[in-house]
């Protein structure tokens, strides 16, 4: 995803650790399958001249080659009473936000894994614990949200990724709808 929204990076594995918040061996990792599965190119630079400096391949064919490869960023979901801080407009709500499709009774939120750990919340693992409008579904993330964008929603991809398996012909056609003003598809 990182190479999805910064199409004309070139990176090497250490810039790429500290961008996205791994260790170089992950990091390292994440761009050789990237690398086997021809979504990026490398070429030998650097200061010493033996660091590979990482760039993906050109739109459309990184999205249509790499779709196959990304997978809904929701860990699980999960209902509190009170809104976390630091978390970003997700599911329904921020389809809304960016379409004409009509929101969601309830907030929906997005937030790590990391995250929910360091806040103090109730949790509720089903909604009937609530009256409709006064509940708050939380996404927890297997990332941080936060990480591919500056919006105060998620990031257009990992909010297709997280709604493709919906079952509502609206909210299927919104998405593609959605996917297509975007340059990379």
Request: aromatic residues 10%; neutral net charge; hydrophobic residues 35%.
């Amino acid at each position: 995803l990182y190479f999805l929204y910064n199409n004309n990076v070139e990176i090497n594995a250490t810039d790429f650790a500290k961008k996205i918040g791994l260790t170089v061996m992950t990091a390292s990792r994440a761009l050789n399958d990237l690398y086997k599965a021809k979504l990026i190119t490398y070429k030998i630079g650097g200061k010493t001249g033996r660091s590979k400096e990482y760039k993906r391949i050109a739109d459309p064919y990184y999205f249509k080659l790499g779709q196959v490869h990304i997978k809904s960023p929701v860990r699980k979901v999960v209902y509190v009473d009170v809104m976390p801080d630091n978390t970003l407009i997700a599911g329904l709500e921020a389809l809304a936000q960016i379409s004409m499709i009509n929101p969601p009774k309830h907030p929906i939120r997005a937030i790590s894994y990391e995250q929910i750990k360091k806040q103090e919340l109730k949790v509720h693992k089903n909604k009937e614990n609530f009256k409709e409008e006064a509940l708050v579904e939380l996404e927890i993330w297997n990332y941080d949200p936060a990480l591919l964008t500056d919006n105060k929603c998620v990031d257009v991809m990992s909010l297709y990724e997280s709604l493709k398996d919906e079952k509502d012909e609206r909210v299927e056609q919104t998405l593609e709808d959605v996917l297509r003003d975007e340059t990379w598809y």
